[in-house]
């Protein structure tokens, strides 16, 4: 019977970590790459069984990832935020994945929470994401939205098969990640020599505010869909002034920690 090992990035999540673990006490392995956290994560997680290996991310999620894949005890790695809960359905998929006869990347989907409420629209469900993968041959590059790397074919878990997602618990903790990952984002597009203008800072938010409400439904989501309207915007048009500053050599966009 395959063994599987899940993987989960950490840094001061002690009000995660613990309901984070117990959705996957059914693997063979958990492993915890730990981000040196101050709070009890670390103590927390190894209570619950799981192996713990603190290791600096320096905001590079990418070679965080492929750290742990490479710290990984078993064939299968199931990659996992601190911030997810694997569902029962889920589960009964993985396990049926990793004991089949063929290696497939698996991609599942995901039921996000905004400040409480159950996001089905504006483009966050199903939010399907690559999170089983055979570790030979596997790693991960990118600071942000970072990129598996993998030789093997792909396929798509059921949509009821789906990870639970509290995403953002508060506006503060939106804000200040929407700060963080535009930051990252902006650097990640200038280190591939990409620049903005004007109608760049302009025209993109507008495109993404229009998609996000009309084309993916959000209003169906009610004020939540249009809090999330205005934040993709937000989000947007900060991505891209950073990415304007940078080209023009002013301020940094330095890699950040969430």
Not at 38 to 51: S, V
Not at 118 to 141: A, C, E, M, N, Q
Not at 243 to 253: F, Q, R, S
Request: hydrophobic share 40%.
């Amino acid at each position: 019977m395959a063994k599987l090992t899940v993987l989960i990035l950490a840094k001061n999540e002690e009000k995660n970590i613990s309901d984070c673990i117990k959705s996957v006490l059914f693997a063979d392995e958990i492993l915890v790459i730990d981000d040196f956290s101050t709070d009890t994560t670390a103590r927390i997680a190894e209570e619950l069984g799981a192996r713990v290996i603190q290791h600096s991310m320096d905001g590079n999620w990418g070679q965080q990832k492929t750290f742990g894949i490479e710290q990984a005890s078993h064939p299968w790695i199931y990659l996992l935020d601190a911030d997810e809960r694997v569902t029962e359905p889920l589960k009964e998929e993985i396990l049926k994945a990793i004991n089949s006869e063929e290696k497939f990347v698996y991609y599942n989907a995901r039921l996000n929470h905004f400040c409480g409420k159950v996001v089905r629209h504006s483009g966050w469900f199903p939010d399907y994401g690559i999170h089983l993968i055979p570790k030979d041959g596997s790693y991960v590059t990118g600071y942000v939205h970072e990129e598996i790397h993998y030789n093997y074919p792909v396929k798509k878990m059921p949509k009821s098969a789906y990870l639970l997602h509290y995403t953002y618990v508060s506006w503060e903790q939106y804000l200040r990640k929407l700060n963080n990952y535009t930051t990252l984002g902006a650097r990640k597009k200038f280190d591939a020599g990409k620049r903005a203008g004007i109608l760049d800072i302009i025209f993109h938010p507008l495109f993404g505010m229009f998609k996000i409400f009309f084309i993916q439904r959000a209003f169906l989501d009610g004020l939540t869909g249009c809090f999330l309207t205005v934040g993709h915007g937000i989000s947007v048009f900060m991505k891209y002034s950073k990415l304007y500053y940078l080209g023009k050599g002013i301020g940094t966009a330095d890699k950040g920690k969430s």
